[in-house]
């Protein structure tokens, strides 16, 4: 690292982190009093034990906490060429993070309109995406969870599970052979006669919308599917019984019952598909702008990785927040979508 | 306010099970009636039938005159208290009793007023602002009656939803469903496998068993007068001697058993000659005073003091446990176990029935 301060500070961090959640974790039990429960070490063996705080601590330390904070670090320094790295040119900076409002380190007259315009596209885009998703998988989950029988609903399952054995890039090139201007969907219409020439869906974005809302179809269904699994039947006929049609028992029984569920599914969808890379650049039309794929050429075509850095930092607090905001609004809370 | 309810030669089936054959009934607008039954028998079928949420494979449901067929369950005139209860968990008690009105469109003020109102009824004011989790199971039962009379049912059908209480509740909440029912004035069908539950709340009780309704009538007739041997068996206790009935007359049966020839009342399908079963209470069962000829004989096994009576449990020479009950005014004095005991019976409360019959028609 640039300096040896910053260094220490990345590197004693993940730690200090980790012993704060051993105190804490400690001094509950200490607060919950139940001395007599097992801990941790007693339950599972020494060996195990050790083996399984230190695998999870590599894993979240290396792969999650540290590169994150790399990524932290270096969104606030500028780019430099190697020899001057650590020299008086090397300080903290919020350079990237105007570049991204300003189009420029230094001039503050014009808005950066591309990558503002991409960025917000992108969120929305996400929001449509997600809200489709659950449109899409809301009455699956439901017909999954409360009205198929055991082999109709492992049938259900084999067929949404087979597709995700394809590699993601593979399914996007699958999207756009469907999707293509001679493409089958393309084909089809014109063979039937409903149009005359063929419908440019990649260059209208359709393709890319159904390519991200098809690509994580998993990651909604899943989480509905649990929620509205452990909803007691009868709950459903009491309220039919007592008059309700059925979009009153969907509204006022089902969707609160499974708002956890509704919840984790539409955070998973949107942060995946505000961080889709693969479909927008397979899928994408000439005008599309996606933000990730200018995430991705400030890393290597511009290789700017400070900016690059900057960037996907904007973007996923962007994301966090919102989803915060989405939380509080519906009265969520994040231990409900965890459990 | 109230609606007869018809069932017109029901039956059920599922794919080859026929889970109740041939079903009619006639319950009067107003009457609390009990189906009464073994698990398995289909008396929730037969409720799930009149609630709308099953439809007969033949035959018909009419409430009030009219044919339920088509009718889905949130069109008609019935309200179900299910076993679990099935309260939504996230609403408040006045949320739960006022959704049906919300269903039907009826304001805010409204419907707070009418689950005060209904709490009222239930014996549970000034709840309403609670959450069903922090209610106790009695409490529970009252929000689950008064969100089914919230819709002002014409026929309120209740699945065994005592069940899960603790007895002196459970009995305690019989004195009360018979009190809010007599209250409101409306028809209640109440399901249970349990006969005391049975006969202490119903002007009527069907007996049901394998899918068939064996007898409907008061409780004191199924009690007192059996018409099938499972009737008998399952309604109250009763010590089943069986054997070839050897002559009847107008009123009285004879039958050969084991234990000699006994006399009870002629029950259904007694005949000569038939095989046949003779039930006598444990009630009408005593201890043979000196001289007095003995119906049967057996050995004291065990017995069990109940505060008014006591229960006499003994083992007969074919090895069947036969139950006497006594009052404990007139048991002078409880004899040992191992004792042999000569024991009478009162040939007016015993009833004798043909076992090999077909099953009469309820």
Redesign the interface.
């Known amino acids: 690292m640039s300096n040896p301060v910053t260094a220490a500070v990345l590197f004693a961090a993940p730690i200090l982190v980790a012993v704060l959640f051993w105190l804490l974790g400690w001094r509950e039990r200490r607060v919950a009093g139940d001395a007599a429960a097992p801990s941790f070490v007693e339950r599972n063996g020494r060996l195990v034990a050790t083996y399984l705080f230190v695998a999870v601590a590599f894993w979240a330390l290396f792969m999650i906490v540290w590169p994150l904070l790399y990524m932290v670090d270096y969104s606030f320094h500028r780019k430099l060429p190697p020899s001057r790295r650590g020299g008086p040119d090397d300080v903290y900076t919020l350079e990237n993070y105007w570049y991204f409002v300003y189009g420029s380190t230094r001039v503050f007259t014009s808005y950066n309109w591309v990558h503002i315009n991409a960025f917000w596209q992108t969120i929305a885009v996400s929001v449509v995406v997600t809200v489709a998703n659950f449109a899409l998988c809301y009455p699956l989950a439901y017909y999954m969870a409360q009205v198929a029988r055991p082999g109709r609903l492992r049938v259900l399952l084999l067929l949404l599970i087979v597709p995700y054995w394809v590699n993601e890039i593979l399914r996007a090139f699958a999207f756009m052979v469907l999707f293509g201007t001679g493409g089958t969907i393309n084909k089809i219409l014109l063979a039937l006669g409903l149009i005359s020439a063929p419908i440019d869906f990649i260059g209208q974005n359709v393709a890319l919308y159904a390519g991200l809302t098809y690509a994580y179809l998993l990651l909604m269904v899943f989480p509905l599917y649990n929620a509205i699994e452990s909803l ?1 039947h ?2 459903i ?9 059925w979009w ?1 028992i969907h509204l ?2 089902v969707m ?2 499974a708002k956890p569920g509704i919840a984790s599914g539409c955070t998973l969808v949107f942060m995946l598909s505000a961080g889709a890379l693969a479909a927008p650049l397979v899928l994408g039309g000439p005008k599309t702008l996606w933000f990730t794929p200018i995430v991705y050429d400030r890393f290597y075509q511009a290789f700017n990785w400070q900016q690059g850095s900057a960037y996907a930092i904007i973007l996923l607090l962007t994301c966090v927040v919102f989803v915060m905001l989405m939380m509080r609004l519906f009265k969520v809370s994040l231990s409900e979508i965890t459990r | 306010m109230s609606a007869d309810v018809e069932l017109d030669r029901v039956t059920i089936r599922f794919g080859h099970f026929t889970a109740v054959k041939t079903a009619s009934l006639k319950i009067a607008g107003g009457e609390f009636f009990s189906l009464l039954g073994p698990s398995g028998c289909g008396k929730t079928t037969l409720l799930r039938t009149i ?3 099953l439809h007969p494979s033949e035959g018909s449901v009419r409430i009030g005159g009219e044919d339920m067929r088509r009718i ?4 008609r005139p ?3 208290i ?3 209860l ?5 609403m408040t008690v006045a949320e739960n009793i006022g ?2 009105l ?3 469109g009826v304001g805010r003020a409204e419907r707070k007023r009418r689950a005060e109102e209904l709490l009222g009824l239930v014996a549970l004011p000034d709840q309403g602002h609670k959450l069903v989790s922090e209610l106790s199971g009695g409490q529970k039962q009252r929000v689950a009656i008064a ?2 009379l ?2 002002e049912p014409k026929v309120l059908l209740l699945d065994e939803p005592l069940s899960a209480l603790d007895l002196k509740l459970r009995q305690h909440m019989r004195t009360e469903l018979r009190a809010i029912q007599k209250r409101v004035g409306i028809t209640f069908i109440y399901i249970t496998h349990d006969q005391g539950e049975a006969l202490t709340m119903s002007d009527r009780i069907a007996v049901m068993n394998h899918g068939v309704i064996e007898q409907v009538g008061t409780g004191r007739e199924i009690y007192a007068h059996p018409r099938t041997p499972f009737v008998a068996a399952f309604v109250g206790e009763n010590n089943g001697l069986p054997g070839q009935i050897a002559k009847v007359d107008a009123a009285s049966a004879a039958i050969d058993t084991p234990f000699g020839t006994l006399v009870g009342r002629r029950g259904e399908g007694a005949a000569p000659g038939r095989a046949g079963t003779i039930f006598i209470r444990p009630e009408s069962l005593r201890i043979a005073a000196a001289g007095e000829t003995p119906s049967l004989e057996a050995e004291l096994v065990t017995t069990a003091y109940e505060g008014s009576a006591t229960h006499l449990f003994l083992r007969a020479d074919d090895g069947r446990t036969i139950t006497m009950t006594a009052s404990n005014r007139d048991l002078a004095a409880v004899p040992a176990p191992g004792a042999r005991i000569a024991l009478v019976h009162d040939a007016a409360e015993a009833i004798v029935l043909a076992t090999d019959a077909e099953r009469p028609p309820a």
């Open positions: 007691d009868n709950q006929e009491a309220a039919r019984d007592l008059g309700a049609p009153h006022f029984v609160p019952f | 609630s709308g949420f889905e369950p949130n069109k019935t309200a179900l299910f076993q679990n099935a309260l939504f968990p996230l959704y049906g919300r269903v039907r969100r089914a919230a819709v």
